[in-house]
C-alpha cells in the first residue's frame, strides 16, 4: 500500500492562475479530508468527503472547490490563486469502522506558494 | 463553534517530564487526539481519548476530563528527537469519521 499520495510537492504560483492539488489513497477509505496549514500553526479543514459524489465544506472552503468521482480521488482545485492561499496543503483519509480510535493517515503534504 | 488552546512553545530539557496542555470548548465531543509533526512532515498519531482518565502508550501518556474540558500529553525521559510540534485535536460528530478540529499546537524544543 503507498497510502495517502499527494502530487506536486512543491508548487510555486502566480497570483491569478489556477492549479489542482492531486490526493489518491489505495486503502479504500471512504472520508477523505483536505487541510490548510499556515506556519506556525495548526490545520485547518477547507473541505472533506463521506464517499463518492459526496463532499461537504469544513473551516476555511473559500477560494477552493473539490470533487469526489472515485473512492480513491479527492483533487482540491484552486481558481484563482491569491497570496493568502500560501500555505501547506495536507490530504488525509480514514475508513469507517466500529473502531473509534483509528488516526487519520495523513499525505505528506503539498507546499503551495503563490506570489 | 469551537476553540482549542494550547501553548505556543514549550522548552525541557532531555531526560525530563514535560506536559503539555489542550482546552477545548465544542459541541458533538466525540473524542480527542494528539498528534506529534516534525518540521516539514505530515503530523503523526500519538494517542486517543474519548473517556474520562490517562492513556499510557510507552513514553507517552494522554489524559482527558470531558467536564473540564481539559486534556493534556505527558511525555517522559525526553530525547532530542521528541522536538517537534504537539497538536491536540478534537472530533465532532458520530463514529470514527468526524471531522478533527486542531489546535494550534505547541512547539517542543528539547535541549541537552
Known amino acids: 500500500n503507498a497510502g495517502v499520495t499527494q502530487t506536486p510537492k512543491f508548487r510555486i504560483l502566480k497570483i491569478g492562475q489556477s492549479m489542482t492539488l492531486q490526493c489518491t489513497q489505495d486503502m479504500n477509505h471512504n472520508y477523505m479530508y483536505w487541510y490548510r496549514q499556515d506556519p506556525g500553526m495548526g490545520l485547518k479543514l477547507i473541505y472533506y468527503?463521506?464517499?463518492?459524489?459526496?463532499?461537504d465544506k469544513g473551516e476555511v472552503p473559500n477560494g477552493y472547490n473539490v470533487s469526489r468521482s472515485t473512492t480513491e480521488d479527492f483533487p482540491l482545485r484552486l481558481e484563482l490563486a491569491a497570496p493568502s492561499q500560501t500555505s501547506v496543503y495536507f490530504c488525509?483519509?480514514?475508513?469507517?469502522?466500529?473502531?473509534?480510535?483509528?488516526?487519520?493517515?495523513f499525505g505528506n503534504g503539498t507546499r503551495l506558494t503563490v506570489t | 463553534g469551537q476553540n482549542i488552546d494550547q501553548p505556543t512553545e514549550m522548552t525541557a530539557t532531555e531526560g525530563a517530564i514535560v506536559q503539555i496542555n489542550c482546552t477545548y470548548q465544542?459541541?458533538?465531543?466525540?473524542?480527542l487526539f494528539w498528534y506529534q509533526q516534525h518540521a516539514g512532515e505530515a503530523p503523526t498519531f500519538l494517542s486517543y481519548?474519548?473517556?474520562?482518565g490517562l492513556e499510557e502508550k510507552g513514553r507517552f501518556s494522554s489524559f482527558l476530563s470531558r467536564s473540564k474540558g481539559y486534556s493534556y500529553l505527558l511525555l517522559k525521559e525526553l530525547q532530542m528527537k521528541d522536538s517537534a510540534s504537539y497538536l491536540c485535536a478534537v472530533r465532532k460528530g458520530s463514529g470514527n469519521t468526524g471531522k478533527l478540529i486542531f489546535g494550534q499546537g505547541t512547539t517542543l524544543q528539547v535541549k541537552p
Open positions: 465544542t459541541s458533538g465531543f466525540n473524542g
Open positions: 488525509a483519509s480514514i475508513r469507517q469502522t466500529s473502531s473509534y480510535n483509528s488516526p487519520l493517515h
Open positions: 481519548n474519548v473517556l474520562d
Open positions: 468527503s463521506v464517499g463518492a459524489g459526496i463532499t
